[in-house]
């Protein structure tokens, strides 16, 4: 159980243009989901904070103009990224947390984005 | 602020070399400390969550346990697909995220 879905995995799309991935919780229902962005080589970077209908919580120094999330549902959370430029060329990660199994998140493959 | 060490960076075994990953936190009091598992490309993949000093949890080769001031991710016996960086993260009390380690990549020769 806990598996944790996202769409697309890979994207290449040209500067100035909008991208927009999707995390599902496939199991279960996730009271929160969390998106992150990881360098090569480097460790998770925590983005936003996001819980079913509310606004996303974003950490600071990032663009909520920017990267703009959806948490519509108890199963989806969306990740636009407006207007992207090369510097946002990143791989993108989501988890999502289990209703009533305490603290863990579970986190999906990834999307790898490449702006040219 | 919450904050998480992870030793070594990198270490490299011979098949059936067992050893030890080490994390070392700073945490206004512990809500959890979370090992992951992460291959190249991929997402991390949950492997323990521990909540209090004195607990172990065992999967397989791996054995995780937690004081108050570290925690330590033992492998016994390990295979070639043992390959991976492990991840170490805690979570603070009153405090929603996850403040993760740099990782220790670790490498078995077969």
């Known amino acids: 159980g806990a598996v944790v879905s996202q769409h697309p995995s890979r994207v290449i799309c040209k500067s100035g243009t909008s991208v927009k991935i999707e995390c599902r919780s496939l199991d279960f229902q996730a009271t929160t989901m969390f998106w992150y962005r990881q360098f090569p080589k480097k460790s998770l970077m925590l983005m936003a904070t996001s819980n079913e209908g509310s606004k996303a919580t974003y950490e600071q120094g990032v663009e909520k103009d920017k990267f703009l999330i959806n948490h519509a549902s108890l199963t989806l959370s969306t990740l636009t990224v407006t207007s992207a430029h090369p510097e946002d060329s990143s791989f993108y990660i989501c988890?999502?947390?289990?209703?009533?199994?305490?603290?863990?998140?579970?986190f999906g493959p990834g999307t790898r984005l490449l702006v040219l | 602020e919450d904050q998480v060490t992870q030793s070594p960076e990198a270490l490299r075994l011979q098949e059936g070399e067992s050893s030890s990953l080490n994390c070392s936190y700073t945490v206004s009091g512990l809500r959890g400390l979370f090992w992951y598992r992460q291959d190249p490309g991929k997402g991390p993949e949950f492997l323990f969550t521990l909540y209090s000093a004195g607990e172990e949890k065992e999967k397989e080769r791996l054995k995780a346990t937690l004081t108050k001031k570290e925690s330590f991710l033992h492998i016994t016996a390990p295979k070639p697909e043992d390959s991976a960086t492990y991840l170490c993260?805690?979570?603070?009390?009153?405090?929603?995220?996850?403040?993760f380690g740099t990782g220790t990549r670790l490498t078995i020769i077969p």
């Open positions: 993260a805690v979570q603070g009390l009153g405090n929603e995220k996850l403040t």
């Open positions: 988890s999502a947390r289990v209703r009533g199994r305490g603290e863990t998140q579970y």
